[in-house]
């Protein structure tokens, strides 16, 4: 305003000396005429102040707009950090050591040192907004072990879709030490499926249902967790099998004692099943499994029980085709393709107790003990395409851990008797195995 007050004031000035310097010439003029030229300047200085107002009130809308579009630039670089913020990144550098009774290269060198695995992992929330994500490197492979968005529709209320764990049997391993057991082997723990599942929490109970589309991302078996699979690249016998779990149906309901206490005890109760697609024969089998488990968590021990049945009802090519016989089901995990009884129970108990300790840089000590035993339904092989019988498989894993901050060091006495064929050989005896996982978490 004080800007058009001076150029007005400038204006009227100009007006002012350009009439007093012209009034010898006025005075000969005619009066009307006189008024006239008046009255056109001070047309003019209006229209100037006019065209000032306008570029003044153009360059205040700019500036608004201007601000406008500086506060909403804001607002979005704030919502994206508060979402990196609720973000938590994740990974795990690991190196093992492995001594096997049964190599003659262990024997002659004292065992092996090698890379574990890698990985890189992010679990966040936005808003109702969910996701996780985990992908994994080893030597020589490489593959996401879950991927998923999810959203928060109520507080007892969540939604997941991708690559999401199914929920069976005892969460979220299903053992409580570092190797695994044999229905983690055997697919029915701690396994990852597309499709999409709802969990639902009211007090001391929790429901979950899921459907899954496949049963991996791609047909290979460089995944985790086992599942049935159709890789020509890596067949058990002549040729693999090629069957592929679609189109599944899972459920699990648990209900927890002592919730809210340091004494719990959840039993759960849970069942899968849906197609089984044989990609060579072009025809649908079928598939179900059920479980009841038992988890227990008392101060500083931990138990885990879970009794599991199941069967693969399999359209597989003849078996003079594939060299694999019908009563195995060839599955794969971890870039390895096994078999396991087409029809059966599997059995597992764990025991754990963890200590905190105040030894320097030590501050906590883990012992742990699974055992697990399948009991196929009629005649079973690991080996020779599933041609034969063997005695039914076992598997034990003794062990602790030791923490240290961000390290941490697995020491595991790993047992078994035909075990899959995933462990040891398949002799009818029992051979060991000492491991060694030690890295860092970040």
Same mark, same amino acid.
């Given at each position: 305003?004080?800007?058009?007050?001076?150029?007005?004031?400038?204006?009227?000035?100009?007006?002012?000396?350009?009439?007093?310097?012209?009034?010898?010439?006025?005075?000969?003029?005619?009066?009307?005429?006189?008024?006239?030229?008046?009255?056109?300047?001070?047309?003019?200085?209006?229209?100037?102040?006019?065209?000032?107002?306008?570029?003044?009130?153009?360059?205040?809308?700019?500036?608004?707009?201007?601000?406008?579009?500086?506060?909403?630039?804001?607002?979005?670089?704030?919502?994206?950090?508060?979402?990196?913020?609720?973000?938590?990144?994740?990974?795990?550098?690991?190196?093992?050591?492995?001594?096997?009774? %049964?190599?003659?290269?262990?024997?002659?060198?004292?065992?092996?040192?090698?890379?574990?695995?890698?990985?890189?992992?992010?679990?966040?929330?936005?808003?109702?907004?969910?996701?996780?994500?985990?992908?994994?490197?080893?030597?020589?492979?490489?593959?996401?072990?879950?991927? %998923?968005?999810?959203?928060?529709?109520?507080?007892?209320?969540?939604?997941?879709?991708?690559?999401?764990?199914?929920?069976?049997?005892?969460?979220?391993?299903?053992?409580?030490?570092?190797?695994?057991?044999?229905?983690?082997?055997?697919?029915?723990?701690?396994?990852?499926?597309?499709?999409?599942?709802?969990?639902?929490?009211?007090?001391?109970?929790?429901?979950?249902?899921?459907?899954?589309?496949?049963?991996?991302?791609?047909?290979?078996?460089?995944?985790?967790?086992?599942?049935?699979?159709?890789?020509?690249?890596?067949?058990?016998?002549?040729?693999?099998?090629?069957?592929?779990?679609?189109?599944?149906?899972?459920?699990?309901?648990?209900?927890?004692?002592?919730?809210?206490?340091?004494?719990?005890?959840?039993?759960?109760?849970?069942?899968?099943?849906?197609?089984?697609?044989?990609?060579?024969?072009?025809?649908?089998?079928?598939?179900?499994?059920?479980?009841?488990?038992?988890?227990?968590?008392?101060?500083?021990?931990?138990?885990?029980?879970?009794?599991?049945?199941?069967?693969?009802?399999?359209?597989?090519?003849?078996?003079?085709?594939?060299?694999?016989?019908?009563?195995?089901?060839?599955?794969?995990?971890?870039?390895?393709?096994?078999?396991?009884?087409?029809?059966?129970?599997?059995?597992?108990?764990?025991?754990?107790?963890?200590?905190?300790?105040?030894?320097?840089?030590?501050?906590?000590?883990?012992?742990?003990?699974?055992?697990?035993?399948?009991?196929?339904?009629?005649?079973?092989?690991?080996?020779?395409?599933?041609?034969?019988?063997?005695?039914?498989?076992?598997?034990?894993?003794?062990?602790?851990?030791?923490?240290?901050?961000?390290?941490?060091?697995?020491?595991?006495?790993?047992?078994?008797?035909?075990?899959?064929?995933?462990?040891?050989?398949?002799?009818?005896?029992?051979?060991?195995?000492?491991?060694?996982?030690?890295?860092?978490?970040?």
């Amino acid at each position: 305003m004080a800007q058009r007050s001076f150029k007005a004031a400038g204006l009227a000035m100009g007006v002012t000396g350009t009439l007093a310097f012209a009034a010898p010439a006025l005075a000969q003029q005619d009066t009307e005429a006189m008024q006239r030229q008046l009255d056109a300047l001070r047309a003019q200085v209006e229209r100037m102040e006019q065209q000032l107002n306008a570029q003044q009130s153009t360059a205040t809308a700019d500036s608004d707009q201007a601000s406008s579009q500086t506060r909403d630039l804001a607002k979005e670089n704030r919502s994206l950090i508060e979402s990196i913020q609720d973000s938590q990144f994740s990974g795990t550098l690991q190196l093992k050591g492995v001594y096997n009774d %049964w190599d003659e290269v262990d024997k002659d060198t004292a065992g092996d040192m090698d890379f574990g695995k890698f990985t890189l992992g992010v679990d966040g929330q936005h808003d109702d907004f969910l996701y996780a994500f985990e992908y994994r490197f080893y030597d020589g492979y490489q593959f996401l072990k879950k991927g %998923w968005m999810g959203y928060q529709a109520t507080d007892n209320d969540t939604v997941k879709v991708g690559l999401v764990q199914t929920p069976f049997g005892n969460m979220d391993y299903g053992y409580l030490g570092w190797y695994g057991n044999l229905p983690y082997l055997a697919g029915f723990n701690d396994n990852q499926n597309a499709g999409i599942k709802w969990d639902h929490t009211q007090g001391a109970w929790d429901t979950s249902l899921a459907f899954f589309k496949s049963d991996q991302l791609g047909d290979g078996d460089e995944h985790y967790g086992a599942n049935a699979v159709a890789d020509p690249s890596n067949p058990v016998g002549n040729s693999p099998q090629g069957n592929s779990a679609e189109n599944q149906l899972a459920a699990r309901v648990a209900y927890t004692f002592g919730q809210g206490t340091d004494y719990t005890t959840e039993i759960n109760f849970s069942a899968k099943g849906g197609q089984l697609y044989n990609k060579q024969t072009n025809e649908s089998g079928s598939n179900w499994q059920a479980a009841v488990g038992l988890n227990g968590s008392y101060g500083n021990w931990y138990t885990l029980l879970q009794a599991t049945a199941y069967e693969y009802a399999a359209e597989n090519p003849a078996e003079s085709t594939t060299g694999v016989s019908d009563d195995v089901l060839e599955i794969g995990a971890f870039g390895f393709s096994y078999l396991i009884p087409a029809k059966g129970q599997t059995y597992s108990a764990s025991v754990a107790y963890s200590m905190d300790v105040n030894w320097g840089d030590i501050d906590n000590l883990y012992f742990y003990n699974d055992f697990s035993y399948i009991s196929p339904n009629g005649d079973y092989s690991p080996v020779n395409g599933g041609f034969g019988n063997v005695d039914d498989p076992m598997l034990n894993d003794l062990g602790m851990k030791v923490t240290a901050g961000p390290y941490y060091a697995w020491f595991s006495v790993i047992s078994g008797k035909n075990a899959l064929n995933y462990f040891g050989p398949v002799d009818g005896d029992w051979h060991t195995s000492l491991q060694t996982n030690f890295g860092l978490n970040f």
